[in-house]
């Protein structure tokens, strides 16, 4: 699959690749004019042309008829620049095919054929490019070191490319929303980048997503293991403290993992890829859910007074997510009832009791017992 990079960074680096380009030994040099041949007449008429398009049939007739002259590699590389000036993009990788068979070496000469073949709207022709542009790249980075100044030029260029073109994959990977394709490309990425820079970052997203897409037993092993490498990774968190909540199990550690979950999502910085909308709803939803959590074990534990912050700050986000926003209403009612605060009680059961839940019916009993207890003081 063709991937192009989302940032910009694609543009700066094709500038650095025309300041190396004459050291690197990737742009052609000029041509003889001072020989007298029947070639150096023809090379003359195209210093003399006009116009791109007399210049481009000086040069097509030089190459045509001097196919083997020294000074046919220049001539090649001057019709693909005409043909990019005039965005003519296929023929621009045809004069391509020519500079790289002249020159296989040639890593500037490269990358413009595959910026035209990109420009083509082939996907198919793009990728191959692409392809053929990394294998170079990584050829020339890994032969034996040469003294040769325009050799290590090309090697510089070569280290750069790659870069950029892991760069590019890294960030449309970034762009897949579906968890399937993404632990797919997930792998494929590893699998072509060993040992990428991304490796770190990109098995955190691995493990958050298996712990998201599988069936719940494997969410938890993932995210488990995703906490023995990484123990303020926010998505496990999130999936371990709510399953073990969700089952009433070392509840001392959801607690723990509750309050962590939050400290990290107050302090973490926006990951990489994630826009700040996106970023700002997760921090939302993950802290109010963590806040439930607390809440709802401070009510258990008699910490009426934390529970009643706890749960309020749990609302917005149970709002949002459609989450069990009347079972913390009953209970925010329920602590306000136990600190002996019957008017705030009341408020909360009134509007729980207004909603369909499991709870709804207790919550109508509780109002007529605190109206009871109230009339009697």
């Not at 490019?129 to 050829?139: D, S, V």
Request: aromatic share 8%; glycine share 6%; charged share 25%.
């Amino acid at each position: 699959m063709l991937l192009r990079d989302r940032t910009g960074q694609g543009f700066l680096l094709l500038a650095a690749y025309f300041c190396w380009s004459a050291g690197a030994g990737a742009q052609q040099p000029e041509p003889n004019l001072n020989r007298e041949d029947s070639a150096a007449l023809v090379l003359r008429s195209v210093q003399l042309a006009a116009t791109p398009a007399e210049r481009l049939t000086h040069l097509e007739w030089f190459v045509a008829d001097f196919t083997q002259d020294a000074d046919a590699g220049w001539a090649w590389e001057q019709i693909q620049q005409l043909h990019i000036g005039a965005g003519r993009h296929r023929e621009a990788v045809e004069a391509g095919e020519k500079l790289v068979a002249a020159d296989p070496d040639d890593m500037l000469a490269m990358h413009r054929t595959l910026e035209a073949a990109r420009s083509s709207g082939d996907a198919g022709l793009a990728e191959a490019w692409e392809a053929r542009t990394a294998a170079l790249a990584n050829r020339i980075v890994s032969v034996e070191p040469k003294e040769d100044s325009r050799w290590q030029g090309r090697v510089e260029l070569a280290r750069q490319i790659l870069a950029h073109l892991e760069y590019a994959d890294y960030g449309a990977l970034l762009e897949v929303k579906d968890l399937k394709q993404r632990l797919k490309r997930i792998d494929e990425f590893a699998a072509k980048y060993p040992n990428s820079q991304y490796a770190v970052n990109l098995r955190g997203q691995r493990q958050a997503l298996v712990a998201q897409s599988g069936e719940p037993a494997q969410r938890l092993a993932a995210a488990e293991r995703m906490l023995m490498q990484d123990r303020h990774h926010d998505d496990s968190l999130i999936v371990v403290a709510e399953a073990l909540f969700a089952h009433d199990r070392d509840l001392p550690r959801v607690m723990a993992l509750s309050q962590s979950l939050i400290q990290v999502m107050a302090t973490r910085p926006k990951p990489e890829g994630m826009t700040e909308v996106a970023w700002a709803q997760k921090k939302a939803n993950y802290t109010g859910r963590a806040h439930w959590m607390i809440g709802r074990m401070q009510v258990d534990q008699g910490e009426y007074g934390k529970a009643i912050r706890s749960l309020s700050l749990a609302m917005p986000a149970l709002r949002e997510m459609g989450g069990p926003v009347a079972s913390a209403l009953f209970y925010i009612g329920w602590a306000h009832y136990r600190n002996g605060d019957y008017d705030a009680a009341i408020r909360y059961y009134q509007q729980c009791a207004k909603m369909r839940s499991p709870l709804q019916a207790q919550a109508v009993r509780n109002l007529s017992v605190i109206e009871s207890e109230r009339g009697a003081r």
